[in-house]
């Protein structure tokens, strides 16, 4: 859906995009001639060093940084190109160029998770007020409103955004040590270059540089599997809720849409179909990534290459279920005659919460507890009607006039605070989505400087 961040092009163009960053910060600290750097830095492009020659290079020589940092040595000239890679190790540009690479992809997943978020909370508005049965267990519990269930699923996208801005700043910090990450080509200086070119390209430095950390990674697989696991809970209450047999929401999918080649009365679901199987797959990358091999010793290219795959597929398919639920959502068609039917279905035996609850004062909670459950069951049995049997005894008679029996039997004034709590989250879901389109203040480096200080203090 959209651009693909894990294309080589886009791989290709982060490590050009950090080798110019670093040739640049050397030039500042005088480490390579300034003339070079500027000469690498106009040469870092796929045009000037040239894709198809950069493919062929690295099936040759099956070094991919190698590959590039030859190929951007031409493209500089014979002069320049002596300084491109000063003191960089393959991994050092492979990990930095798949930070900025996510910091692309965590902008996007927050813009679709901020549409989504906008979405749900002008459906909690409209349907503040909208009665229908609430469910536990897949049986009739108690009246709510549908805002109230809109609420609970903005509550839980809150909480899945909160999580995947915590991790920010432990993922995105520059880990640019060398071959092995104590700075052996670089010395006393690298620290400082790495700090440099942390600030050059938006991120935060380390201080340690070593390439065997990879629980930042995946932390932050674990975070995007957590969309899928609020993206399945929506999905699935739409798809039950789109059964026939309840029909309280549909997919405006449009005449031309078939559902079945032999059945032509069939309109199936298509949206929430596509959505419930990308958020399963989603939830499952979580669990696969805590399977990643733990590296051994300073660096192991068996992690680097299993978790290149997993982050890759991972982006890709949380991005997906957030357009996936961002497009189901614009479609969705909620039909509140179907749910205002299906609630007074049970209103009688619903509303027995409501009436042990007025009768407890007087009985007992618990005592009342036992007198409703028993004539339930006998209603139940005997088809008898609920009010009529409460009505026989003379306790119950004595402690329910006929109006308040009325009031505590119409489900639509049994719904609790649902429509307040439907607002409430309509209101902080709009919150939560403008903060996550919101910009970014300063240099994250600094950022994240100032928030390790903090801690440290």
Known sequence: MGTDFFSDERRWQSWLQVE???????????????????????????????AETLRREIRTTMAPVHALSRCLARAAGDEAGGWVHWGATTQNVI???????????????????????????????????????????????????????????IDELIRVCDQIDDCEDRLFRLRFGGAIGAY????????????????????????????????????????????GVAAGRIGGDLYAAMQTETAEIAEDLGHGVVGSSTMPHKVNPKLVVALNARATRLRALGAAAFAVTPPCHEGDAVSNHELRDLVADTCRLALDVAGDLAGLLERLKVDRTAMADILHTSSALTALEAVMMHLAPTLGRAAAHDALHAAASEARETGADI??????????????????????????????????????????????AARLTAPASGNRSEAANAASSARQA
């Open 387 to 432: 009010k009529a049997l409460l009505m026989q005894r003379a306790d119950i008679a004595a402690a329910l006039d006929a109006e308040t029996l009325v009031r505590l039997f119409d489900p639509t004034r049994n719904t609790g605070q649902s429509a307040a709590i439907a607002r409430q989250l309509a209101s902080d879901g709009r919150a939560r």
């Open 20 to 50: 110019a960053a670093l040739a640049r910060v050397q030039a500042e600290a005088g480490i390579i001639p300034g003339w070079a750097a500027d000469r690498i830095a106009e040469a870092a492009t796929l045009e000037r060093v040239d």
């Open 95 to 153: 990990d930095a160029g798949r930070l900025l690479v996510l910091r692309d992809v965590q902008a996007e997943l927050k813009a679709r998770l901020a549409r989504v978020l906008t979405q749900l909370s002008a459906l909690a508005e409209t349907h503040a007020d909208t009665p229908m049965i609430g469910r536990t267990n897949r049986q009739h519990a108690l009246p709510i409103t549908f805002g109230f269930k809109l609420a609970g699923w």
């Open 184 to 227: 052996q080509s670089l010395g006393a200086a690298g620290p400082d270059i790495t700090a440099r070119l942390a600030h050059a390209l938006g991120l935060a430095p380390a201080v340690y540089g070593g390439r065997a950390q990879l629980d930042p990674l995946i932390e932050y697989v674990t975070r995007l599997a957590m969309l």
